[in-house]
T-cell receptor
Framework: GAVVSQHPSRVICKSGTSVKIECRSLDFQATTMFWYRQFPKKSLMLMATSNEGSKATYEQGVEKDKFLINHASLTLSTLTVTSAHPEDSSFYIC???????????FGPGTRLTVL | GQNIDQPTEMTATEGAIVQINCTYQTSGFNGLFWYQQHAGEAPTFLSYNVLDGLEEKGRFSSFLSRSKGYSYLLLKELQMKDSASYLCAVLDSNYQLIWGAGTKLIIKP
């Protein structure tokens, strides 16, 4: 159990376009979802925490207007990278948790390449 | 501030034992996690310690000392597939995961 999926797994887009990444908890209801960004050979950097039905809490330095997060249901959160630029190219990973669990379950990640 | 330290890189031989250390200073403590991450993939859960002592799970064991702010991950009978980054993460008082930078483990034949 506790499976989290992400879609797409890879995306290549042109500079200036917007990209939406979906994160789904397949067999549990996730009250909290986390979005991370990871640069090559670096650790995970938390971008934002989203609770179902409320606005996401962004970490310092993360532009909320550029990285739009929506957590509309207990099984789905989306991250939209707006007006993407090459420096937004990265590995984006979501994770999900419930109030009862301390553990976060990770999605497989989405590799974004902006040309 | 909050800080988690672990070595950047370690090298070990196939079949041997390796210990990866992690020290932490966080605002509160609600448990410590170890994750394994292969290149280009998301992290996968290895262990969770919230009480002092050793937790053994097959070839992997994890130890915690809360008074010392210290944990280690012990990998026995190393296999080539164990080559990966190992991430230490602490759940702080706000139930937020604070991540270490990861230890890249290189296994040589």
């Amino acid at each position: 159990g506790a499976v989290v999926s992400q879609h797409p797994s890879r995306v290549i887009c042109k500079s200036g376009t917007s990209v939406k990444i979906e994160c789904r908890s397949l067999d549990f209801q996730a009250t909290t979802m986390f979005w991370y960004r990871q640069f090559p050979k670096k650790s995970l950097m938390l971008m934002a925490t989203s609770n179902e039905g409320s606005k996401a809490t962004y970490e310092q330095g993360v532009e909320k207007d550029k990285f739009l997060i929506n957590h509309a249901s207990l099984t789905l959160s989306t991250l939209t990278v707006t007006s993407a630029h090459p420096e937004d190219s990265s590995f984006y990973i979501c994770s999900a948790s419930t109030r009862e669990w301390n553990e976060q379950f990770f999605g497989p990640g989405t590799r974004l390449t902006v040309l | 501030g909050q800080n988690i330290d672990q070595p950047t890189e370690m090298t070990a031989t196939e079949g041997a034992i390796v210990q990866i250390n992690c020290t932490y200073q966080t605002s509160g403590f609600n448990g410590l996690f170890w994750y394994q991450q292969h290149a280009g993939e998301a992290p996968t859960f290895l262990s969770y310690n919230v009480l002092d002592g050793l937790e053994e799970k097959g070839r992997f064991s994890s130890f915690l000392s809360r008074s010392k702010g210290y944990s280690y991950l012990l990998l026995k009978e190393l296999q080539m597939k164990d080559s990966a980054s190992y991430l230490c993460a602490v759940l702080d008082s706000n139930y937020q995961l604070i991540w270490g930078a990861g230890t890249k483990l290189i296994i040589k034949p």
